[in-house]
């Protein structure tokens, strides 16, 4: 599987990079455009250092990734809709369990969308509002989106798995926030909490943030 390009230089060969991409690695988003962007930057990424002889005797050269990046609501599952809902566009539901083979995941990373209760109630339909209310425990009082993306992607780590997302540091002293803190306290799942105070992380936007990551 390691090719040999210069002297004591290695490489893993095509084949190897495509099955660990394909085995590897997974995502959603519920925006399309950005399923798409990033199946076009994986796809470059694998191509990485290659050249026509490497890939001469592979076919496709280039693999699908249809079943590895896919687009839908990652907070919503099809058994938390109602069978009488007509919002399923809106919705946009989507289920875990039909990529990985329905395994757990290693390693979950990621920037949530930062979204409070207020803007949810003008932007969502009240239906995915209620979905939020009634399947997760973090959405308490004016609960921000993001509490709801931690708790989700803790229920799919694996018994040894980590989780790492950027997020505000706001959650560690609201009264909304009592909940995602308590997940996290109770189970002592938090591994390494790295609070940027006021320094600013975005270029285009002001948000006091902080890296937590979290091993269950």
């Known amino acids: 599987y390691i090719e040999e390009t210069y002297t004591n230089s290695y490489k893993l060969n095509y084949i190897e990079k495509k099955n660990i991409l394909l085995s590897c690695i997974y995502g959603n988003d519920i925006d399309y455009q950005a399923v798409e962007v990033a199946k076009f930057?994986?796809?470059?990424?694998?191509?990485?250092?290659?050249?026509?002889?490497?890939?001469?005797?592979?076919?496709?050269?280039?693999?699908?990734?249809d079943?590895?990046?896919?687009?839908?609501?990652?907070?919503?599952?099809?058994?938390?809709?109602?069978e009488k809902s007509d919002n399923y566009?809106?919705?946009?539901?989507?289920?875990?369990?039909?990529?990985?083979?329905?395994?757990?995941?290693d390693l979950i990373i990621g920037n949530?969308?930062?979204?409070?209760?207020?803007?949810?109630?003008?932007?969502?339909?009240?239906?995915?509002?209620?979905?939020?209310?009634?399947?997760?425990?973090?959405?308490?009082?004016?609960?921000?989106?993001?509490?709801?993306?931690?708790?989700?992607?803790?229920?799919l780590l694996n018994e040894n798995g980590r989780l790492c997302y950027i997020i505000p540091n706001k959650f560690m002293k609201i009264?909304?926030?009592?909940?995602?803190?308590?997940?996290?306290?109770?189970?002592?799942?938090?591994?390494?909490?790295?609070d940027f105070n006021y320094q600013q992380i975005f270029n285009d936007k002001t948000t006091y943030t902080c890296i937590i990551m979290v091993n269950k």
């Open 175 to 194: 009264g909304s926030g009592k909940k995602i803190r308590e997940l996290i306290s109770k189970n002592k799942y938090l591994e390494l909490l790295i």
């Open 41 to 65: 930057s994986l796809l470059l990424k694998v191509l990485e250092g290659e050249n026509k002889e490497s890939v001469l005797e592979v076919d496709p050269i280039l693999p699908s990734l």
């Open 67 to 82: 079943l590895n990046i896919i687009n839908g609501n990652s907070l919503v599952d099809f058994d938390m809709i109602s």
């Open 112 to 155: 949530p969308p930062y979204v409070k209760t207020e803007d949810m109630i003008n932007l969502l339909p009240s239906e995915e509002i209620e979905i939020y209310k009634k399947q997760y425990y973090t959405a308490y009082k004016q609960f921000d989106k993001y509490f709801l993306f931690i708790e989700r992607a803790i229920n």
């Open 89 to 105: 566009m809106e919705l946009k539901p989507f289920s875990w369990k039909y990529i990985n083979n329905n395994s757990k995941f």
